[in-house]
C-alpha cells in the first residue's frame, strides 16, 4: 500500500484555493498519497469553486498546526504575524513547512531555517520568488557547485505590467495599477509592489539561496516606480533603452553589490522583452555563463504550481528520511554588502530647464566638477517657460551623482526636480 502523506493549507485565498484544488484532483506518480486534511481561513463560507469536505474547513489556523494527522504545512496567509508564530509552532511540533511568504523569509528567514534544522524539517519556499518559475530549486539544485556572479531579476509582475501598459499604449501610471490589480497581480497593499519593496523582499531572499548571505531589508537600496513617467519610457526608447523595475546582485571582490530600482536596459537585451506580469532572472555563473529563467511570477494559478512542487519534495524526503536541505541555507559566505554610494554605474537625467543661453553649461559644468563624464545630450522642443533636457552619461560614481543632482536641482535655471534612472547593460 501507498504511504499517505497529510497536508494542511493555511490561508484559502487565490493562491491557497488553487493549492486545495490541484491537492483535491490529486497529485498522480509520485509514489506516495498526499492528502489534504486540514484547510484554514477566517472566511470558510465564501464559495472558492473547489469541493473541500466541511470537517476539513476551519476559521482556526491553530488546528492545522496542531493536527496529528497533517505532516506538512503550507502557509499562505502572508505577513509577519501570525504566519511567523504557525510557522515556528508547526516546526516545533515535527512538521515540514510550505511557504510564499517572502516578507516573512526576508525579515525572518534565519530564525525558520534554525528552527527547522534543530528539529531535523524542511522548509519550502519556492513560490516566495519568482511564482511559478522553479528558480530556487534551480539556483539551490541545478546550481548547486556554481559560483554565481551575478544576478539581474524583474521579480514583481505588477510593476512589470504597469510600465508595459505605459509604455505600449500610453496608458497612465494609476489606470495601468489599475488594471494589474484587476488581474489579480498586485498585493493586497499595492504600495509593496510600486515602490520595490516586494522586490526587494524576494532579493534578500535570492541573496541568501545565491551568495549565502544574510541580510537586513533596510541594507539594501530600494527606489519604486512611483516617479517614473511616460515621458521617461519615451525618452529612453530614444536612447535604444527600455526601463525595468530590476533587484539587482552583482560581485565585486568580496563585496556584493546588491539593489533594487527602475533601471534602463538595452532594448536588445533580452530582459528588456519580458513584457506584462511576466518575470525573470538572468544569472551570470562562474562556470555556466549567462542563464535566464522566464515565467509567470504572479498569480494564484503560476504560484500554486510552485508550492505543490515543494509540497511533493517535502513528502518524498519526509518518507525517505533523507537529511532536510534547510542545512544548506545556514551557511554563511561571508561576503558583505557594498554601500550604494560607491556603485558605479551609467545614468539617465532628466532635467527641466530654461530654454536659454547658457543653461546646458551651468549643467555641464557642475557634471565636470563632479568628475561625472556625459555621453549624450537632447533637448525635447522650444518654449518660453522651462523645457526637458535629458542626458545619458558614462560610469560614474552614486556619491559623485548624488551631490551633482542636489547642486543642480539649487540652480537658478532649474524648474523642478531631476529624474535620475540608473543604466544597466546587463552585459
Ligand atoms: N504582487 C506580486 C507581483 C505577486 O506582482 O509580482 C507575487 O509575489
Known amino acids: 500500500m501507498k504511504s499517505t502523506v497529510g497536508v494542511g493549507v493555511i490561508g484559502f485565498g487565490k493562491v491557497g484555493s488553487e493549492v486545495v ?63 511567523r508564530s504557525f510557522l515556528l509552532e508547526a516546526i516545533q511540533r515535527g512538521k515540514d513547512v510550505v511557504t510564499a511568504n517572502k516578507a516573512l523569509l526576508a525579515q525572518c528567514g534565519d530564525e525558520l531555517f534554525q528552527a527547522a534544522w534543530e528539529r531535523m524539517v524542511d522548509v519550502g519556499f519556492e513560490a516566495s520568488v519568482g511564482g511559478g518559475i522553479p ?36 496608458l497612465s501610471f494609476e489606470k495601468a495599477l489599475r488594471e494589474a490589480q484587476e488581474a489579480g497581480y498586485a498585493e493586497a497593499d499595492p504600495s509593496l509592489d510600486v515602490s520595490g519593496r516586494d522586490t526587494l523582499q524576494k532579493l534578500v531572499v535570492l541573496l541568501r539561496v545565491a551568495f549565502g548571505m544574510s541580510v537586513a531589508l533596510e541594507e539594501v537600496f530600494c527606489e519604486g516606480i512611483e516617479r517614473i513617467t511616460p515621458q521617461d519610457l519615451e525618452y529612453a526608447e530614444e536612447f535604444g533603452y527600455k526601463v525595468k523595475l530590476l533587484a539587482v546582485a552583482h560581485r565585486v571582490g568580496e563585496r556584493v553589490e546588491a539593489r533594487v530600482h527602475p533601471a534602463l536596459v538595452p532594448q536588445r537585451a533580452m530582459l528588456a522583452n519580458v513584457r506584462e506580469e511576466f518575470n525573470a532572472l538572468e544569472l551570470v555563473g562562474k562556470g555556466v555563463g549567462h542563464q535566464l529563467f522566464y515565467g509567470k511570477g504572479a498569480g494564484g494559478r503560476p504560484t500554486a504550481r510552485a508550492v505543490v512542487a515543494d509540497v511533493v519534495a517535502l513528502a518524498g524526503r519526509r518518507l525517505s528520511g533523507a537529511t532536510p536541505r534547510v542545512r544548506s541555507l545556514l551557511k554563511n559566505s561571508g561576503l558583505k554588502l557594498l554601500p550604494m554610494k560607491d556603485v558605479i554605474l551609467p545614468y539617465y537625467f532628466r532635467f527641466l530647464a530654461l530654454d536659454r543661453p547658457g543653461v546646458l553649461a551651468q549643467i555641464s559644468r557642475v557634471l ?48 523642478g526636480r531631476t529624474q535620475v534612472i540608473r543604466v544597466e547593460e546587463l552585459c
Open 21 to 83: 484544488r490541484l491537492l483535491v484532483e490529486g497529485i498522480e506518480g509520485t509514489g506516495f498519497r498526499l492528502e489534504l486534511r486540514r484547510v484554514a481561513d477566517l472566511d470558510i463560507t465564501t464559495p472558492r469553486g473547489v469541493e473541500v469536505p466541511r470537517r476539513a474547513l476551519t476559521t482556526r489556523a491553530e488546528e492545522v498546526v496542531g493536527a496529528e494527522d497533517v505532516d506538512i504545512v503550507v502557509e499562505l496567509i502572508g505577513g509577519i504575524e501570525p504566519a
Open 135 to 170: 528558480l530556487i530549486r534551480a539556483i539551490r539544485e541545478g546550481l548547486a557547485e556554481e559560483r554565481i556572479e551575478r544576478l539581474y531579476g524583474i521579480l514583481n509582475g505588477t510593476t512589470n505590467y504597469i510600465l508595459t501598459r505605459m509604455e505600449e499604449d500610453g
Open 368 to 415: 565636470a566638477e563632479e568628475g561625472i563624464s556625459i555621453s549624450s545630450v537632447i533637448q525635447k522642443g522650444r518654449a518660453e517657460e522651462a523645457v526637458p533636457v535629458v542626458m545619458m552619461t558614462h560610469e560614474a560614481k552614486e556619491e559623485a551623482v548624488r551631490r551633482a543632482v542636489a547642486r543642480i536641482d539649487r540652480l537658478e535655471v532649474i524648474r
